[in-house]
């Protein structure tokens, strides 16, 4: 039944997909009848004869010369960027809300689409246009667009004069431009008027991991967690500088700090069960297994856990300081983690199968029906003739 179901759904989609490009058929169509209307006109109306000297200026003629006005206008129409014109302005600004709700960090099509809002819309987006300009200004920074992130900085500049968030902007632009002493200085006047802005305190340690300074990142990551110790994000982040430093303890510390907060997170159990897997020692590998087992609990689709629990438990099972159950029990785990892998990997395989059938499917589909259908059965024909 779900087969049956499947197929049902993609002819469907197919008999869809191809009903849509006949519409577009139609369309291109009607633009070409519009086109040759708008031709057809201007050369009747360019026939007609001129008028008099001294004749009225407000008539029938002087409509004419308009129409022919407006349709020059529309037939020498030049088309606008290609998918940005199809974009209305609303689908255009609902875009840049999501990206910047979701945190995404897509900046080449946020650089697209939010340059396109500046340049065409700026007096429609009211109190928006601020954080549009915050929004890709960053996004320009990642791109490596200087320009446009110089133009947004100078439109915030002169909107908000002796704001802190636009002169982390500042910092962050001389970050881009790799002049970190400046981008220092910079937070710490804004540290020195305000010791608790945190962006500012989070610049300065980035500063120091771009500069491969990790000991000194580390020593202003623990003072900044001494005040703002819930910070999460902070945690993680100590974390991973402690595993490039293989201080696995520490690191270790910092993730069990983390599944305190959120112990919901696959992912945190599933990192320090690696950690744990790293240190060694029977202790440390029978905690990596559990650790692993419960991240599988929390997302079965984890596969990264699926072969940490295999790899722990096989470790395991081949210690000699294990007892003989504990051996027995260990490789019952790592046999139904390799059972679990290998359906996996099988399930992948069929997929990809059927994705490569269906695919072909749609390219013979797309073949016989598209608009070159007399051109496709010619030379189908000619090749026929030829064997």
Same mark, same amino acid.
């Given at each position: 039944? +779900?087969?049956?179901?499947?197929?049902?759904?993609?002819?469907?989609?197919?008999?869809?997909?191809?009903?849509?490009?006949?519409?577009?058929?139609?369309?291109?169509?009607?633009?070409?009848?519009?086109?040759?209307?708008?031709?057809?006109?201007?050369? /009747?109306?360019?026939?007609?004869?001129? /008028?008099?000297?001294?004749?009225?200026?407000?008539?029938?003629?002087?409509?004419?010369?308009?129409?022919?006005?407006?349709?020059?206008?529309?037939?020498?129409?030049?088309?606008?960027?290609?998918?940005?014109?199809?974009?209305?302005?609303?689908?255009?600004?609902?875009?840049?809300?999501?990206?910047?709700?979701?945190?995404?960090?897509?900046?080449?099509?946020?650089?697209?689409?939010?340059?396109?809002?500046?340049?065409?819309?700026?007096?429609?987006?009211?109190?928006?246009?601020?954080?549009?300009?915050?929004?890709?200004?960053?996004?320009?920074?990642?791109?490596?667009?200087?320009?446009?992130?110089?133009?947004?900085?100078?439109?915030?500049?002169?909107?908000?004069?002796?704001?802190?968030?636009?002169?982390?902007?500042?910092?962050?632009?001389?970050?881009?431009?790799?002049?970190?002493?400046?981008?220092?200085?910079?937070?710490?006047?804004?540290?020195?008027?305000?010791?608790?802005?945190?962006?500012?305190?989070?610049?300065?340690?980035?500063?120091?991991?771009? +500069?491969?300074?990790?000991?000194?990142?580390?020593?202003?990551?623990?003072?900044?967690?001494?005040?703002?110790?819930?910070? +999460?994000?902070?945690?993680?982040?100590?974390?991973?500088?402690?595993?490039?430093?293989?201080?696995?303890?520490?690191?270790?510390?910092?993730?069990?700090?983390?599944? *305190?907060?959120?112990?919901?997170?696959?992912?945190?159990?599933?990192?320090?069960?690696?950690?744990?897997?790293?240190?060694?020692?029977?202790?440390?590998?029978?905690?990596?297994?559990?650790?692993?087992?419960?991240?599988?609990?929390?997302?079965?689709?984890? *596969?990264?856990?699926?072969?940490?629990?295999?790899?722990?438990?096989?470790?395991?099972?081949?210690?000699?300081?294990?007892?003989?159950?504990?051996?027995?029990?260990? *490789?019952?785990?790592?046999?139904?983690?390799?059972?679990?892998?290998?359906?996996?990997?099988?399930?992948?395989?069929?997929?990809?199968?059927?994705?490569?059938?269906?695919?072909?499917?749609?390219?013979?589909?797309?073949?016989?029906?598209?608009?070159?259908?007399?051109?496709?059965?010619?030379?189908?024909?000619?090749?026929?003739?030829?064997?």
């Amino acid at each position: 039944m +779900q087969n049956c179901s499947f197929f049902f759904n993609f002819f469907f989609n197919v008999y869809l997909f191809l009903g849509q490009r006949e519409t577009e058929h139609e369309r291109g169509r009607a633009r070409e009848r519009g086109r040759h209307r708008i031709g057809n006109r201007l050369q /009747a109306l360019s026939h007609q004869p001129r /008028a008099r000297r001294g004749a009225r200026t407000h008539g029938p003629r002087d409509r004419d010369l308009a129409e022919v006005g407006r349709l020059t206008d529309c037939a020498t129409q030049a088309p606008r960027k290609i998918v940005l014109v199809t974009l209305l302005f609303a689908e255009m600004r609902d875009k840049m809300r999501k990206w910047r709700e979701e945190n995404s960090r897509n900046s080449e099509q946020i650089v697209e689409v939010g340059e396109e809002l500046i340049n065409e819309y700026a007096s429609k987006l009211g109190d928006d246009i601020w954080i549009i300009y915050e929004q890709v200004m960053i996004a320009a920074l990642d791109y490596g667009r200087d320009d446009l992130a110089l133009f947004c900085l100078q439109e915030l500049r002169r909107q908000f004069p002796g704001s802190h968030r636009v002169k982390r902007l500042t910092g962050m632009r001389f970050e881009a431009m790799e002049r970190y002493d400046d981008a220092i200085q910079l937070y710490d006047r804004i540290l020195q008027e305000d010791p608790t802005n945190t962006a500012a305190r989070k610049r300065k340690i980035a500063i120091r991991k771009a +500069q491969g300074k990790n000991v000194e990142a580390i020593r202003e990551l623990n003072e900044y967690l001494e005040q703002f110790v819930g910070d +999460q994000e902070a945690w993680h982040e100590l974390a991973e500088l402690y595993i490039n430093e293989h201080d696995y303890a520490k690191a270790a510390f910092c993730l069990e700090e983390l599944m *305190m907060t959120n112990p919901h997170n696959h992912l945190y159990c599933q990192q320090y069960a690696e950690v744990k897997y790293t240190q060694g020692g029977l202790e440390n590998l029978e905690l990596s297994r559990k650790y692993f087992a419960q991240a599988l609990k929390l997302n079965n689709r984890n *596969m990264r856990a699926l072969f940490g629990l295999y790899m722990s438990a096989s470790h395991i099972a081949s210690n000699p300081k294990a007892s003989a159950k504990t051996k027995k029990d260990n *490789m019952k785990y790592a046999s139904w983690a390799a059972s679990q892998i290998n359906r996996a990997y099988q399930v992948s395989i069929d997929h990809f199968m059927l994705s490569f059938i269906i695919g072909q499917l749609m390219y013979f589909l797309l073949v016989f029906v598209s608009a070159d259908y007399k051109a496709t059965c010619l030379s189908l024909n000619f090749y026929a003739f030829g064997s």
